[in-house]
């Protein structure tokens, strides 16, 4: 079940910004919970840190769960294991989970690790579930999307009230996955690929926003302002970080390269990001 949020009557989604008060500087306004527990899983990546701190700014009282359990508001907690889930997870009315273990084990964390948060949910008191996924999970065949896609079905089956939130890849992201391809003065990149990749900030605040809201009980996608190619992706980045280095576009056989060239990664609805992949490297 795919479903979407308000939108603005045309153009892109502005950027989300929660403020002291509790409003927003731009863009739709759903229904809002008020002052509410939040657990955030992941807290300390990328977006998780930044959708810590937009909540707090909302007014909710947040923790971030880690198996460390450091930092402010921080919470001990291990989905690989289940170990402190139960405590960390006592009286949370909403959990953003972006928690996730791409270089490791995604089916033990991702999919094991949500069926145990799921167990050990305070059903009584939780209202709203975020689990942050990636824009075509369910139509590139690869195996980490295969977890994610299993981990979104594990809340789905669960009776509790969802939102399935898949963005598309962060800019940064982009950046890291250039620059270990880069070869001496040559970039290969596949032949093809379209992507719309979105700025980490913007997304951290339109999951900040869903999560201040009601559950969509179904698939939310958030994506970059823009259609691109990987090839013309690689040109900026290289005119931007790494003059002088050649770009080469690869035909790549199989399913995997077929799917990113026929569009599998890109978001089918939903609201927009509007910082561009060259805005983010002007910096």
Known sequence: MRCSLPATPAGPLLPFVVLPAGGCAAGPRPARLGSVDV????????????????????????????????????????????????????????????????????????????????????RASLRHIVYVSIVGVDRVP???????????????????????????????????????????????????????????????ARTAQIASGEPAGGIVEYGGPREESAADLARAWAAAREPGTRVVSTPVPGKLSAAFRDGAALPSGGARGSRTYAEHLRG
């Not at 170990?83 to 909403?94: I, K, N, Q, R, Y």
């Not at 690929?193 to 700025?199: A, F, K, M, S, Y």
């Open 39 to 122: 657990l955030v899983t992941g807290g300390s990546g990328r977006l998780g840190r930044r959708v810590v701190d937009l909540l707090r700014g909302g007014g909710h009282r947040v923790r971030q769960m880690s198996r460390r359990g450091t930092g402010p508001g921080g919470v001990r907690g291990d989905l690989a294991t289940g170990f402190g889930l139960g405590t960390a997870l006592a009286g949370a009315e909403v959990v953003v989970h972006a928690a996730s273990d791409p270089r490791g084990d995604p089916w033990q964390v991702d999919v094991a690790g949500t069926r145990r948060l799921v167990q050990d949910a305070d």
């Open 142 to 204: 690869y195996g980490y999307y295969h977890a994610k896609f299993a981990a979104e079905q594990v809340l789905l089956a669960s009776g509790l009230p969802v939102t399935l939130l898949r963005i598309t890849q962060f800019h940064e992201f982009v950046d890291e996955l250039l620059a270990s391809a880069r070869r001496g003065p040559i970039v290969p990149v596949p032949m093809g690929w379209r992507l719309r990749p979105v700025d980490v900030g913007e997304a951290a």
